[in-house]
C-alpha cells in the first residue's frame, strides 16, 4: 500500500519535514519525486529485484528515494552513516547494488563511495549524491528533473534488505522474498501495527533515529501509509525531542531506551518547561528497557507507552501495553505476530517458567544473504520452520516473554547491535594480543557497552598504555559505535582443551547479581 491515494485526495498535506522547518514536503510533491526516482532506476536499468544503496543522514530526500525503490520493485539497503568507508564498501558490495544514493552528510563513507566506486563497489554502475555535490557523483535532484512524474509502466513491490551478523564477523543481509501481490495490495502487517497504534491521516509522528535503521525507517513508511505526518529529526536530543513534541504538537513516537534515560537526567524543571500533551502513543523496541527507567518513563508520560521485541528478520513479534508492563514488569509481551517456542538444548520445548531459545514459527520468511550457515543455523533442527534470533529467555503462565540472555553474544549498545567477532578478529592481529573475548558489560544510559578482555603476549605490558593503544587500533579500522570503551587484561582467556571459548563463563562476571543478563 503507497501513499499515492494521499497525494490523490490531500496533495497539499505534509508527509515529511524536518524539525523546526516551517515547509515540508507535500504528499503530491513526494508522489512525483518517488515516479520519477522509479523512472530513474528503469533508465538505468535496473529491474525488478535489483539492489540500490542508500548512504546518507537523515534529510528530506530519504522518503523520496526508498519509496522510489519500493515502486520499482528493487531491494533497499540503507547503510549507517558511522561505519568506516571498508565497513560501508563492503555492505554496498555485497547486497549487489546496482546504484547508490549517497548525501555529504553521510561522511567519509559516502565521499569515498562517491570518489572511488570502482574499487569499492564495482558493481555499482550509477553513483548519485542527493542534498548536496560529492566529487565522483552525478546530481540526483538533476537526474530526477529530466524523469516523468507519472508512475512507470511496470510497477512492482520492493522491500527493504538490512544487514545482521555473520558467521565471519561480517554483517549479512536479510533478505525477505518480495511481495508477489499487485503494487497497491495492503500490507497486511503494517495495517495491523497501524490499528494497534492509532496511526491515522491525524497522527504526527516524531522520528528522533537515524532512518538507517529499519525501524524507523518502516515506521515513518507506515505513517505515510496511512496518510500521517512524518518530523524527522536530524539527531536526537533530549530537550530537542520535547521541543519538538510540544511544537509539532506529536501524536506518535518511536525512542530506545538509551533516549529514554537522557530525557530522564534533565533538570526536573526542563522536563516539566514542555507540553507534551499532544503524545497518544509512544514505541520502544531496538534493546531491552532497564526495569526503573521504564517505569520512570510511564509515570512522566502515563500509561501509553508501547513496547516491542522483534528482529530485522520478521519472523515474530512479541508486544506489551503499558498497563500489562505494570502487571508484568520487564516483560516483552504476548506475540502479536507468530507463534513463540522456547527450546532447550536438546531441542524439545520447555515448560512455562523455564529459559532456553526462543524460536518463532509462523512470521516472515527470511535468509541471510550469501550466508546459507548462518540462515541453517537459526532454524530448528526439527522443525524447519521455527527460527530463532538467538536470545534467550522464558515464557510465564500467562503467555508473556521475558528475556534473559543472548546465545550469540550480540552486544546491543544504544539500540545499536554489535557483533563481537568482527572486533575480535581485528584486535586478534594486533602485536600484542594473544587472545581476545570481545563481550558487552552493563551500562546504565546504553544498556551495554562493549569490553576486550585481552591476554596480552608474553613480554606485552598490560595496562592504561595498552588499554589506549588497543582502543586506538580499533578505532582506525571501526567505527566508532563498535569499538571497545574499556580493556581488561588476564594473564589466560578461559578456553577448553578443544579451544572453545569459555565466554558465557567470562561474561558472567561482569553480570553478576543482576537478575537477567539483558538490561
Known sequence: MYPRKYAMSAPDRVAHRMVGAEKGVTYGELEAAANRGAHLFRALGLKRGDGVAVLMENNLRYFEIVWAAQRAGLYYTCISTRLTPDEAAYIADDCGARALVLSPGGGSAAAALAERTAKLAPKAEAVFAAAGALPGARSWEGALATQPATPIADESAGAMMLYSSGTTGRPKGVRPPLPEGPVDEEYPFGSMVAKIYGFDEQSIYLSPAPLYHAAPLGYGCNIQRQGGEVVIMDHFDAEGALAAIERHRITHGQFVPTMFVRMLKLPEATRRRYDLSSLRTVIHAAAPCPVHVKQA????????????????????????????WLKKPGSVGR???????????????????????????????????????????????????????????????????????????????????????????????????????????????????????????????????LEAELIAF?????????????????????????????????RDRYWEGRASRIV
Open 297 to 324: 518513563m510511564i509515570e512522566w508520560w502515563g500509561p501509553i507507552i508501547y513496547e516491542y521485541y522483534a528482529g530485522t528478520e520478521g519472523n515474530g513479534v512479541c508486544l506489551i501495553t503499558s498497563e500489562e
Open 335 to 465: 506475540t502479536i505476530f507468530g507463534t513463540a517456542h522456547i527450546v532447550g538444548e536438546e531441542g524439545k520445548e520447555l515448560p512455562d517458567g523455564q529459559p532456553g531459545v526462543i524460536y518463532f514459527e509462523g512470521g516472515m520468511a527470511f535468509a541471510y544473504h550469501n550466508d546459507p550457515e548462518k540462515t541453517a543455523a537459526a532454524r530448528h533442527l526439527q522443525h524447519a520452520a521455527w527460527s530463532t534470533l538467538g536470545d534467550i529467555g522464558y515464557r510465564d503462565a500467562d503467555g508473556y516473554i521475558f528475556l534473559t540472555d543472548r546465545k550469540a553474544f550480540t552486544i546491543v549498545s544504544g539500540g545499536v547491535n554489535i557483533y563481537p567477532q568482527e572486533i575480535e578478529n581485528l584486535l586478534i592481529g594486533h602485536p600484542k594480543v594473544a587472545d581476545v573475548a570481545v563481550i558487552g558489560v552493563p551500562d546504565d544510559e546504553f544498556g551495554e557497552q562493549v569490553k576486550a578482555v585481552v591476554q596480552p603476549v608474553e613480554g606485552a605490558q598490560s595496562g592504561p598504555a
Open 474 to 506: 580499533c578505532r582506525a579500522s571501526l567505527s566508532a559505535v563498535k569499538c571497545p570503551r574499556s580493556v581488561d587484561f588476564e594473564a589466560e582467556l578461559p578456553r577448553a582443551p578443544t579451544g572453545k571459548l569459555y565466554k558465557k563463563a567470562l
